[in-house]
């Protein structure tokens, strides 16, 4: 039997043959250190857990939920786009809490979109970027990731080539996996084009708190005139170190806010109150605990530089996100991310999230993530070193 319509449009995950290699591997015995997955390994802050422990054990949040967020929690991210980027959000019409960032994505897609629309993507970018639309019956047309003057003539070109013409543009900066970032003068020519070709624009602000230099990472919404057009997802996952608890926002214009919680009002009755309560005490608590975070992916960030670096694998800088970007080393380049992957895992006990994964685009990269202590990204670069010296 052939598989369903949606089921067909969807590739096998790239990262299940890693996985598998993973998992055959440590069955065996051996020690992987695990670079792919972006999971947070820290763990979240104990006022946050104290919260939902004292929430959980009050009998009347065991009820259903509100899909689009109890008001509490509401007000607390408009609170923290007030305090962050000096963005006035109205708590009952301009957001939206979802299930992570993710589940907004592809419920936006959903709301959103018609089939045979035309979507704007990046390439390589976070596969629900393109997936949510493609299951949603549209149709992904690639942009380039790098925030350059290509990035705007791709989009001149698809306006005037694409047939029909594009419905919505995705940003995502700081970027998973490239780690791109931008300053609010992108954003402004980004909104300005936008407009003039009445393009909705959707952006992922995920990272907007992991960043290494001393200026913030900007909202596209500080841009004037941004939520006629633009809508923003952010999260919990990695501010806060939460990806467990599956807590994100939707915020931005008004009426692809209320097309999204339409959506959501019949999949879904919200998180469970207690952790929306938490989620709440996040926001509004101390910001040291997100500063510790930080400081800590930064020195990870500068270990796994230094000794990659000196094991003969240079990796680039990035100033933002949890991750690096980084080309396969010369001589492996021609089997591409996805086998240069199996072999870390099998021949230098290191697992790395193949390029290939978030995009054609991105099969000369593999993605290494900073989930695991500086003494075991040590001990990768000294495996990854005996491994380069052996092929």
């Known amino acids: 039997m052939d598989d369903f319509h949606k089921i067909r449009r969807l590739p096998p995950y790239v990262f299940e043959p890693v996985d598998r290699l993973k998992a055959k591997a440590r069955a065996a015995g051996a020690d992987i250190i695990d670079l792919g997955m972006g999971n947070p390994d820290l763990p979240t802050p104990k006022h946050i857990v104290d919260k939902l422990t004292e929430t959980v054990m009050n009998p009347r949040t065991h009820r259903?939920?509100?899909?689009?967020?109890i008001p509490g929690l509401r007000k607390a991210q408009a609170a923290y786009y007030e305090r962050r980027f000096g963005v006035t959000l109205n708590p009952d019409t301009e957001i939206v809490a979802t299930l992570g960032s993710k589940e907004g994505f592809a419920n936006m897609a959903q709301a959103i979109t018609s089939p045979g629309d035309v979507v704007l993507v990046p390439n390589p970018t976070y596969p629900i970027h393109s997936f949510g639309f493609i299951m949603s019956g549209g149709v992904?047309?690639?942009?380039?990731?790098?925030?350059?003057?290509?990035?705007?003539?791709?989009?001149?070109?698809?306006v005037r080539h694409s047939i029909p013409k594009p419905i919505a543009l995705i940003v995502n900066y700081p970027a998973n996996p490239t780690a791109y970032t931008v300053d609010l003068d992108f954003y402004k020519q980004v909104i300005k084009v936008a407009k003039e070709h009445d393009i909705m624009v959707l952006s992922d602000l995920a990272y907007s708190e992991i960043y290494f230099g001393d200026t913030p990472p900007p909202s596209i919404l500080e841009v004037d005139g941004a939520k006629d057009i633009a809508v923003e997802f952010?999260?919990?996952?990695k501010t806060f170190s939460m990806p467990g608890w599956r807590m994100g926002f939707a915020v931005g214009n008004e009426r692809m806010i209320k097309a999204l919680a339409r959506v959501k009002s019949y999949l879904d009755y919200g998180a469970f109150t207690?952790?929306?309560?938490?989620?709440?005490?996040?926001l509004n608590g101390s910001e040291d605990c997100v500063e510790e975070a930080r400081a800590l992916y930064k020195q990870r960030r500068d270990v796994m530089i230094e000794s990659f670096g000196r094991a003969g694998w240079d990796i680039p800088v990035p100033d933002a996100t949890m991750f690096a970007w980084v080309p396969i080393p010369e001589k492996f380049r021609e089997r591409g991310s996805l086998e240069f992957a199996k072999e870390l895992v099998a021949n230098a006990h290191v697992a790395v999230a193949p390029g290939v994964g978030f995009g054609e685009y991105g099969d000369d990269y593999v993605r290494l993530a900073f989930v695991e202590n500086e003494q075991r990204i040590r001990q990768a670069a000294r495996n990854i070193r005996r491994f380069l010296a052996s092929d």
């Open 234 to 237: 952010t999260s919990l996952s």
């Open 64 to 69: 259903y939920s509100t899909s689009r967020g």
């Open 140 to 158: 992904v047309r690639s942009m380039p990731a790098e925030p350059n003057e290509e990035f705007f003539r791709a989009i001149d070109r698809a």
């Open 274 to 282: 207690p952790i929306q309560v938490a989620a709440a005490s996040a």
